[in-house]
């Protein structure tokens, strides 16, 4: 999906546009180095990505049946604060890919399918929380919520 959405965010950006016959970024014959390159990107992301989301989402080796890879050696509160960082910067990062198709008609489903990533991202990120933390912060919103 959002290599898609390179077209609607062409037209969201040069629809009122028209050609005038010098260089404009909206009517160029540019190799699109970019979209070429996205599945060579892709793969080098795809580990790390990988690691991020195993060690967050994926249970503990010792309470899961099959064995999540990374799973155990990667855990939130081993790995504080470098989880955490990597999840804010992929909250911001998909944020900002949802942003750049708001407030137009042809780019709602971009609009959505990016911020309930940057949502995946938020929540994971949550959740690498070392223990300490997420337990001061369930007893602070307990307090909060008078419960």
């Known amino acids: ?70 799973s155990g050696e990667n855990s939130p509160d081993e790995n504080w604060p470098l989880l955490q960082i990597a999840g804010v910067i992929g909250t911001y990062w998909a944020f900002r890919q949802g942003q750049s198709y708001a407030g137009h008609d042809v780019g709602w489903p971009f609009f959505i399918f990016w911020n309930v990533f940057s949502a995946w991202f938020a929540v994971a990120t949550l959740l690498a929380l070392p223990t300490e933390i997420r337990t001061k912060l369930a007893q602070l919103t307990k307090r909060l919520l008078g419960r």
Request: glycine share 8%; proline share 9%.
């Open 1 to 70: 999906m959002p290599f898609l959405g390179g077209a609607a965010r062409h037209q969201i950006r040069c629809g009122h546009r028209e050609f005038t016959g010098r260089f404009d970024d909206c009517f160029n014959d540019m190799l699109p180095v970019w979209p070429l390159a996205a599945p060579i990107f892709g793969l080098l992301f795809v580990l790390p990505f990988a690691i991020f989301a195993a060690a967050i989402w994926a249970v503990p080796m010792e309470e899961g049946r099959l064995r999540w890879l990374r």
